[in-house]
């Protein structure tokens, strides 16, 4: 389907940084993928692909607050941690550069491991 080559290149990377993620996938009318990784009871990544559009976001979420993200809402940017509502212009991220980036952001915020 349209989503197969993203959703392989988003569970191997997950597999690889966050090996112990609860993975959820839904998919919406075909042109929608929504896939969140539950890393503890308040913290996930969320991830959304429109195919019609050509959105993408990814967004490392914790307490119902989004800590640090990648989109290209308009253009890419970056959500840094220390102000998540700035928007830094970006080239487009890969997956593993932003799973690596939200997991180096936990280990040096609160020793997680995973």
Known sequence: MIFDKLKEELLQ????FFPAAK?????RRGV?????????????IEVYANAMTGKRSFALISKGERITGYDN????HYHPPDNPDEHIPCSEPTIDLILSSFKDLLVRSSGLRA
């Open 13 to 16: 990377s997950l597999r690889s």
């Open 23 to 27: 993975v959820d996938i839904k998919e």
């Open 32 to 44: 929608i993928l929504e896939l969140r990784a539950y890393l503890d009871e308040a913290t996930f």
């Open 73 to 76: 809402y308009r253009f890419w």
